[in-house]
């Protein structure tokens, strides 16, 4: 397969052009991908025809699924998971989009094995608005001093999915998702598994730091978290339908920017990743 690789911005991201991911991807394809992806933390794959059965087989090449804590009940592929803002009637009412995307967070940090990547594929997308921002928490590690960065190694950080709910305001976590999912410590300095950097790990599932006064706890994260997201580690993505967007949940935080006035619909999939060390 013959294909290129631009990069988006000096902060992250690159583009692809040439995958058809509908088709299988040689050792060679897959490596190149791959060092793309360690070094850019995001991938978007322009111009793809993806129905969810090609989008599971094509998530399923970069390793195993993981499953979303909501799926798609009654759907015939449950496990790809649609992110909507369409009502029952299938009109966009910007409020029924989830208000946990509008938080800066990590897939999945709140178990014990987060997630690794996330799939998200363009069904129809807004001709403004709804992008989806990312924040590169490699960089923000970097940017602190190295007596801070040395202080945060030795932290851990309570994620926690009831407390997540309750933050973005949106529901509260049902007993059944409480019980699956207890309350996990996670460093606060993630070491990257293939990349070896280090990265900040934490986001809208974080709740407090483990052995830390919690109001000051708290505080700190806030700090973290602002300071992490400033516009100098922060880039947009502004979708296209057809794109497919593969970004590394291990060294990121993302959020959907704003609520959207027209039909935004996406499918989404993730892999699995490993414990952070």
Request: with cysteine; glycine share 8%.
């Given at each position: 397969m013959t294909?290129?690789?631009r990069p988006l911005s000096d902060v992250l991201a690159a583009e692809v052009r040439g995958v058809d991911l509908r088709e299988p991807l040689d050792d060679a394809d897959r490596a190149a991908l791959n060092e793309a992806f360690l070094d850019r933390?995001?991938?978007?794959?322009?111009d793809q025809e993806l129905d969810k059965p090609a989008q599971l087989a094509a998530t399923l090449r970069f390793g195993p699924l993981d499953v979303h804590i909501q799926r798609n009940k009654g759907d015939e592929i449950s496990l790809v998971h649609t992110v909507s803002n369409l009502d029952a009637d299938g009109?966009?009412?910007p409020e029924a989009a989830a208000k946990g995307n509008l938080r800066w967070h990590s897939d999945k940090?709140?178990?014990?094995?987060?997630s690794c990547a996330t799939f998200l594929y363009a069904v129809k997308v807004p001709a403004q608005?709804?992008?989806?921002?990312?924040?590169?928490?490699?960089?923000?590690?970097e940017a602190y001093s190295a007596e801070r960065r040395e202080a945060f190694r030795g932290m851990k950080v309570v994620h926690d999915w009831v407390r997540s709910c309750r933050k973005s305001g949106e529901r509260e976590a049902s007993p059944e998702e409480a019980s699956v999912y207890p309350p996990v410590a996670h460093p606060l300095v993630r070491r990257h598994p293939e990349s070896g950097?280090?990265?900040f790990f934490i986001g809208n599932h974080a709740s407090h730091i483990s052995g830390m006064d919690r109001e000051?706890?708290?505080?700190?994260?806030?700090?973290?978290?602002?300071?992490?997201?400033a516009e100098r580690f922060v880039w947009r993505h502004q979708w296209r339908e057809g794109d497919l967007l593969m970004w590394d949940n291990r060294c990121l935080l993302h959020r959907a920017e704003e609520r959207a006035r027209e039909a935004r619909v996406l499918h989404r999939t993730v892999?699995?990743?490993t414990s952070p060390f």
């Open positions: 294909f290129s690789i933390h995001v991938l978007c794959f322009r009109n966009p009412k940090s709140y178990r014990t094995v987060p608005g709804g992008r989806t921002e990312f924040a590169n928490m490699n960089r923000a590690f950097r280090e990265a000051e706890g708290e505080a700190l994260l806030e700090e973290i978290e602002a300071h992490s997201t892999t699995r990743g």
